[in-house]
């Protein structure tokens, strides 16, 4: 008798395990055959290189002030050997901004900041945002109907003016517009978790572990929230991508990231009046933004059909 | 069951609103906060003219009662009698003001609301000048048209419109493309831009205005004279008038403006000598420099033009020069000002001051004198010669006075004065008498758009009211100034005054009294002839606080206070 | 359908509550007062005493929130601390701003999303598929501020003294005779009051205007005006619109019943129009409605650049200047549009999805 059951035990734990290693192969195989979702990628890791190693990549410090060290006047056009321009001038490849630094250095060091946001808002509002889903979700109820309610008037606000004001509160500076970010981007992950709790809640292999005697607690860890990681992944991904965008337009709007430091969205909203004078000092920030951005977009959305069953048969 | 509890949740909800909508009392009235309306002091002095005229006066009872001025009184139909309660030598660059513009006596009584002026008073302004409100396209334009019985020239436009963006760029473009005749503020770098353009001209705004760095010196480390000296060695002020400023601004050389009569008397400020800085913070204690911040506002003003630039350029130059690693700290506007002056900011902060009026009182004064909180403590070394100046009428003879305070600012620094903010105006070529006034008044009047009808101008911001009696903002200001007359106003361009409403306002020995003639056959935009009771039931308005006539727009009447002083303000 | 709409409002109320309260909290804990913001750094404090009692502020937070309340219940939202006129007035005056142009965001995101997404589903893989995604995957990358700042760059300098030039700011040019249609028409309103405000709301939505009163000078000068922002606002709700009309297309079009429709004679053009696209608007209605928040949300950034006097604009200032009476009421009136537009778009699911009705 017990060895019947010894050895059923075994076989189904091997056949979980193959079932899991397998699935996680298909969907990088099919990641990688979308062309789209490569560039991303490549992209991506051009930026996270750079924000690795801007200190050695970059010719000049960030806020490294110009005046008495070279030649060059403040917003000074971009000055590139390679097309042209003289070689006594000093090279710079973007330009020279308003305090007379140089934009490319302070473009590269930027990289680090906006990945940092990204991720930094998205892990905040994941955290929080599954927790409020899981119990919305799991304990239904008196709870479900408050904590949706909460999200819903969350919800009632363009994200962007509601950002606006709680930075507006807590102060201006990068770490409260994150908070401000991450409180804003909250309600769609809860969102998220609690519709695959409730669509996993009651079926079987649930009740089964709860009649083998595990608590709610190993229930939500180890079999509600695996299931629950395909669309967060994928949410959050796309999350990260609207997260900078928000970031930068509140830098832009003076309530971000405070001077001296290099965030792209705040260089680009220091210089807007000068959009024809010095044109550089707004179309490159705002270029690596929409770079930035447009790598979390196509790695979400190639991780998204990757993850899709459905969408199996449709390349 | 869960259906049953949303409607349940919702009647409880739309209960409780309605309750609140019917128990809140009648919407927008606050209580009225003014005092028992005793009604304008009452003597009515009958004047020794024949006709039926019956003056108006407003008195205090008693100097306690009131700041600068002790009655204003309508001696004859076309005089006006300002006795005050000490002298003022500067009396008439502070009448000349456009915040004292004159109202007719009807007018003021018909607008003059429940808590607040009216609608129509805030918008619709009456007055002598030579303009008049038209059309007030709120967020888009105003639009005023010229008054054909103007007393004086008749003006050169029909039509006048403002418009305003708070983007240079947008100003600059609108010029180029001949949409607007001209603008203000041109934006620092634009300036070349403009110079070069055959079909524009630039017009440099002289600085009447101060930026500095300052200290609060009861907190450490700048309780130390030698470390706030040894930072105004240490800052190379002519970089920053350089690289941030625009053409027309200068390295302020003292606090005050050399285009204002005794500003800068008296040593000039140190020169950037940054070993001799060095040498002093270490004498002082702190050879490797220390931490501090540095607090500012991110508001645009003719002293900053390029605020954060600035601020970082500072920094930069506070670590380079001195090893002082400053953090910068953006305020926001309000609580900046509210800090920054209750002298309540440990660190260094950037402010500036804009001229009120053309006298030295107003710069020095103003910051220097021993109750101003906002340096911390103030020294006798300078604020008492500044208050024995302010009582002498004659320049010459209060300039020793002048000498000793500013090398006693010199030595004292409890702040340093880095630049005087240039900014210009600009027009399209053909437009004549082009103005780039330095108290940013500029008179339309006078200015012929090219044989056009309609001058268009283009400023930073719309006006907030067109009741310029209760209003601070420029903007403002130079708006309702093409619509209002005071009795004296500043000549077109420049800072010197002269008659307008008023012939004549001649003072006695000890400038203690004003007798104001004033300008016979003038009538207001609605008809009524302007005569001695309109001056008083203006100053009325404006100055005595328990007047059922003194409603305003915000009702903080800053100027009347701060240059007057309010009469009879509630006890508390 | 009745019951549904019914259900669906009645969800809605304790949002609005929840809408009006953190509102309230919002505008009363941004720091700093707003005596100094308002009146400027010459303010002493005995003006400012004077000026917080004038304005009731000094009453306690509780009594002031029942007073906001039972305001705004009444149709009365206060005045502007600032400017020290009803904020209905200012409503009156910057909203249509805002609605015309997220009015013509819209329409471009539309007009041109939806009829991309749709070619490219039926050209699936083709060049015209590829190129509209890589648009559409940039588009919704761009930051809208520095997409308008390049739209200004080039229609207003670089196309300089061209006949396609395009002015970089406002909503007309000076001199433009804009006279409201009423007027025109010769109607006479009444000073103030509801329909007063209501009729003043509509003439100033500038096309609208032109377009009553056959004002074709107004017309031109306010489309050329609307151009550049329109298309810098409605860039990235066009390129989710025509990503999402491409996704559900497809879907739709792999379906059996298309497959048996084809069989069965009907034309390609007549399939896609009659079967596929009927079936694809459910979700793109979906994505419609969710463009909305950003077309709100973008309008602050877009009204920022082009110097134009609408509601986010004016709400963003109104933060900055502590101006608590615009502050608490635009928010209000935007939440209250989002609310009733989402509440439309849940009305229309109903509508088009029988299915939905019965949950």
């Known amino acids: 008798m017990t060895n019947q059951t010894a050895t059923i035990a075994t076989l189904d734990a091997e056949q979980i395990s193959i079932q899991s290693v397998s699935l996680w192969q298909i969907t990088w195989r099919r990641l990688f055959r979308r062309k789209s979702a490569l560039v991303g990628m490549f992209i991506l890791g051009v930026l996270i290189f750079i924000a690795l190693t801007a200190e050695f990549l970059a010719p000049y410090g960030y806020d490294e002030v110009l005046i008495g060290k070279e030649d060059v006047v403040a917003r000074e056009k971009p000055c590139i050997h390679l097309l042209g321009c003289s070689p006594e001038k000093p090279q710079h490849l973007a330009g020279i901004d308003g305090n007379v630094r140089d934009q490319f250095s302070r473009l590269l060091y930027g990289a680090r900041l906006s990945l940092l946001v990204g991720f930094s808002t998205v892990t905040f509002a994941i955290i929080i945002g599954t927790i409020l889903g899981a119990v919305a979700g799991y304990v239904g109820g008196w709870w479900d109907n408050i904590i949706m309610r909460f999200m819903d008037v969350l919800l009632a606000f363009p994200s962007l003016l509601l950002a606006i004001a709680i930075v507006t509160v807590l102060g201006p500076g990068l770490i409260n517009a994150l908070i401000a970010i991450g409180i804003v981007s909250i309600p769609s992950y809860a969102r998220v978790m609690r519709a695959s709790v409730l669509s996993v809640r009651e079926m079987d292999y649930i009740s089964a572990t709860r009649a083998l005697g595990g608590s709610n607690f190993q229930i939500l860890f180890k079999r509600i929230l695996p299931n629950a990681l395909t669309p967060l992944i994928v949410q959050g991904t796309l999350g990260i991508a609207s997260a900078i965008l928000d970031a930068a337009a509140l830098s832009f709007l003076g309530l971000g990231a405070q001077p001296p430091t290099p965030e792209w969205g705040s260089m680009l909203g220091a210089e807007r009046n000068q959009v024809f004078t010095a044109p550089h000092l707004v179309f490159y920030p705002g270029f690596m933004i929409m770079l930035t951005v447009l790598s979390f977009n196509l790695i979400g959305d190639g991780l998204r059909d990757a993850l899709d069953p459905r969408l199996a048969h449709v390349s | 069951m869960k259906q049953k509890l949303y409607v349940l949740l919702s009647l409880f909800v739309l209960v409780s609103m309605a309750l609140a909508a019917c128990g809140a009392p009648a919407p927008t009235e606050a209580p009225a906060t003014e005092a028992p309306a005793t009604e304008a002091p009452a003597t009515e002095a009958p004047t020794e003219v024949v006709d039926d005229f019956e003056g108006r006066v407003l008195s205090a009872p008693d100097c306690d009662s009131t700041g600068i001025i002790k009655s204003v009184e309508a001696t004859a139909r076309y005089e006006v009698t300002f006795t005050l309660c000490q002298p003022d030598p500067a009396f008439l660059s502070k009448i000349a003001f456009g915040v004292y513009g004159i109202y007719p006596e009807e007018w003021i009584e018909a607008t003059a609301g429940e808590t607040s002026r009216t609608t129509e008073g805030l918008e619709r302004p009456v007055g002598t000048g030579p303009y008049m409100v038209s059309e007030w396209n709120r967020g888009e334009s105003i639009t005023f048209t010229a008054n054909p019985n103007y007393w004086g020239d008749a003006p050169e436009a029909e039509t006048l419109v403002f418009r305003w963006s708070s983007e240079s760029a947008a100003r600059l473009l609108e010029l ?237 620094v409890p702040m340093i004065p880095v630049a005087h903010g240039g900014s210009g105006t600009a027009y399209r070529s053909d437009v004549t008498n082009q103005q780039a006034s330095p108290l940013s008044n500029e008179y339309f009047a006078v200015m012929d758009p090219g044989g056009r009808d309609v001058f268009v101008w283009m400023q930073n911001a719309e006006p907030i009211s067109l009741f310029c009696a209760d209003e601070t903002d420029g903007e403002s200001l130079r708006a309702c100034e093409q619509v209002i007359e005071a009795l004296y106003s500043y000549e077109v361009n420049g800072t010197d005054v002269q008659p307008a409403l008023a012939t004549s306002c001649e003072p006695n020995e000890d400038l203690t009294v004003w007798v104001c003639a004033l300008r016979e056959g003038v009538t207001f935009h609605d008809g009524t002839t302007f005569d001695a009771n309109d001056v008083v039931a203006t100053f009325t308005m404006g100055l005595d606080a328990s007047s059922p006539l003194h409603k305003g727009n915000t009702n903080a009447w800053e100027y009347y206070d701060y240059l007057w002083g309010l009469m009879n303000k509630p006890s508390e | 359908m009745a019951q549904y709409i019914i259900r669906r409002i009645l969800a809605s109320i304790p949002v609005l509550f929840g809408i009006l309260i953190v509102t309230f909290v919002i505008a009363r804990v941004i720091p700093g007062d707003p005596c100094k ?117 080039f229609f207003s300098l670089v196309l300089k003294d061209t006949p396609f030039w395009l002015p970089p700011s406002g909503r007309v040019s000076p001199g433009i005779p804009d006279d409201p249609f009423f007027e025109v028409w010769g109607w006479v309103i009444p000073e103030s009051g509801f329909w007063a405000g209501v009729l003043v709301f509509f003439s100033r939505m500038n096309i609208l205007n032109a377009l009553l009163t056959s004002n074709w000078e107004l017309l031109r000068d306010a489309t050329e005006h609307l151009i550049l922002p329109a298309l810098a606002l409605g860039t990235i709700p066009m390129a989710l619109i025509a990503r999402m009309s491409r996704s559900a297309m497809l879907d739709v079009l792999g379906q059996d019943y298309i497959r048996t429709a084809r069989a069965k004679g009907l034309g390609r053009l007549g399939v896609i129009v009659k079967h596929a696209f009927s079936n694809a608007l459910l979700p793109i209605v979906t994505v419609i409605g969710l463009s909305l928040g950003s077309l709100l949300g973008g309008a602050v950034l877009t009204e920022t650049v082009f110097g134009l006097s609408g509601l986010g604009r004016t709400l963003f200032e109104a933060i900055t200047a502590r101006d608590y009476g615009i502050v608490q009421s635009f928010t209000v009136v935007i939440a209250i549009m989002y609310v009733i537009i989402n509440l439309i778009v849940d009305i229309s699911y109903g509508y088009l999805d029988p299915r939905i009705r019965l949950d």
């Open chain 2, 176 to 412: 180029q493309s001949g949409t607007v005749d001209g603008i203000d503020n041109v934006g620092p770098t634009d300036f070349e831009t403009v110079a070069n353009d055959p079909n524009l001209s630039l017009n440099e705004r002289p600085a009447l205005n101060v930026f500095y760095i300052g200290f609060t010196n009861t907190f450490a480390p700048f309780d130390n004279q030698d470390v706030r000296q040894a930072i105004a060695k240490g800052i190379d002020r002519q970089r920053i008038v350089d690289t941030f400023y625009p053409p027309g601004s200068e390295v302020a050389s003292h606090f005050t403006p050399c285009a204002i009569a005794n500003g800068c008397v008296g040593d000039p400020w140190y020169d950037f000598d940054p070993e001799a800085a060095r040498e002093q913070l270490a004498a002082a204690g702190f050879p490797d420099g220390f931490s501090t911040k540095i607090y500012y506002r991110d508001v645009v003003r003719g002293y900053l033009p390029q605020v954060s630039n600035v601020a970082q350029d500072i920094q930069a130059q506070l670590k380079e020069n001195l090893n002082i690693d400053a953090e910068i700290v953006v305020m926001e506007s309000g609580a900046f000002i509210e800090e920054s002056t209750a002298g309540r900011l440990d660190g260094i902060y950037l402010l500036g001051w804009g001229a009120d009026y053309p006298h030295v009182t107003n710069f020095l004064d103003f910051h220097f004198s021993e109750a101003n909180p906002q340096f911390g403590v103030q020294s006798p070394t300078y604020f008492e010669p500044l208050a024995e100046a302010a009582q002498i009428a004659d320049p010459a003879e209060a300039e020793p006075l002048y000498v000793e305070a500013n090398n006693a600012i010199r030595e004292y």
């Open chain 3, 37 to 153: 913001a308002i009146l400027g750094e010459k303010a002493t404090p005995e003006v400012c005493e004077r000026f917080i009692k004038d304005k009731g502020l000094d009453k306690p937070i509780h009594e002031q929130l029942f007073i906001y309340i039972g305001e705004i219940l009444q149709g009365d939202f206060g005045n502007s601390i600032r400017m020290n006129v009803p904020v209905t007035r200012l409503l009156i005056e910057r909203l249509p701003t805002t609605v015309e142009l997220s009015l013509a965001a819209l329409l471009v995101s539309v007009l041109i999303g939806i009829p991309l997404g749709v070619i490219s589903a039926v050209k699936h893989n083709s060049w015209i598929d590829v190129l509209t995604m890589v648009w559409a995957n940039i588009g919704v990358s761009m930051p809208v501020f520095w997409l308008g700042l390049m739209l200004i760059y």
